[in-house]
Each structure stands twice: as structure tokens, then as C-alpha cells.
């Protein structure tokens, strides 16, 4: 299975690559494979590397979608173990 996640463009670096945040994690990805982009923007990435750029809205239904499933399975787990 594929995964596919949207991340906020931190900084742009002159190496092909950006630094990008996804919920506090920051990590380089490859931005080869795009002709432009600039801080601010969310694009998708794919093992380490940006494939497309999205819309700030779709982007942020996303992973508001994303927090609202990790919030759902980590309070299943509590229930199970309290």
C-alpha cells in the first residue's frame, strides 16, 4: 500500500530539496519533481519526495481529516487499555 501525505513547505533550499513540517515533524524532501514552489505551500509527498501542489484549503481538510482519525483510534485504544 501507498501513502501519499500532504505537508506545509517550510523553506525552499537551493539543493532540489525543501524542509517541510507534518504535525511538528520536520523532514527534506526532494522537490525535483515540481517546477515551483515556495514556503507557505502544501504539496503531497511520496516516499521523499513532493509530487504535486495542492490548495491550502483541500490541503487542510486533509489532515484536519487525518487528526480526526488518529484521534478516533487513540481514544479506542484507551478504552481498551485504561
Known sequence: M???VPVKVLEVLETGEAV???SGV???VSTLLLDEISAGDY???HVGHAIARLDVEE???TLALFREITD???SERDAIHP
Open 2 to 4: 501507498c501513502l501519499a
Open 72 to 74: 478516533h483510534l487513540e
Open 20 to 22: 517541510v513540517d507534518l
Open 26 to 28: 520536520r523532514s527534506r
Open 43 to 45: 504539496v503531497i509527498i
Open 59 to 61: 490541503a487542510e481538510q
